[in-house]
């Protein structure tokens, strides 16, 4: 799999740790996100990860600001993407397992280099359950074509 991530000011310190979580589990990695400390506009760096995702160039998107909460709301409003802030492995496995999630917010003042590890590895081995969570995802979908 190929995941993008991207990351505001907030998020630089959780970038390099979610880099090497990925790779160590075979998977391909585009850094969108900011490289300085210098203040920058979550939104912008949301909207290049995952339109990386819509274009197919990623298969899945981390966004990491300093709760995940921004980015998850930005995300959000990208029709297409179904974006969740977690801050622990639950919340990680059930946005893929129920809600089919493409995108993964994190916080790195919320959570630590060991949690985020944590939930990326949950998030990353979860597939999609379908079923009747198929019927879910599809009402969030018509939702989005009603806008």
Do not use: W
Request: aromatic content about 4%.
């Amino acid at each position: 799999m190929k995941y993008v991530i991207g990351n505001d000011h907030g998020g630089l310190d959780l970038v390099d740790v979610v880099k090497e979580t990925l790779e160590s589990l075979g998977h391909e990695v585009i850094h969108v996100g900011t490289t300085e400390n210098e203040s920058v506009d979550y939104p912008d760096f949301a909207n290049l990860a995952c339109q990386k995702v819509l274009e197919k160039e990623a298969d899945f998107a981390i966004l990491i600001c300093g709760t995940g909460i921004g980015m998850s709301i930005s995300a959000n409003k990208i029709s297409g993407i179904r974006a969740a802030a977690v801050s622990e492995c639950y919340s990680a496995r059930m946005s893929r397992a129920h809600n089919n999630a493409n995108c993964l917010c994190i916080g790195a003042r919320v959570i630590g280099s060991e949690t985020a590890k944590m939930i990326v590895e949950e998030f990353a081995k979860t597939d999609f359950e379908g079923g009747r969570h198929q019927k879910r995802v599809d009402k969030i979908i018509n939702l989005e074509s009603n806008k």
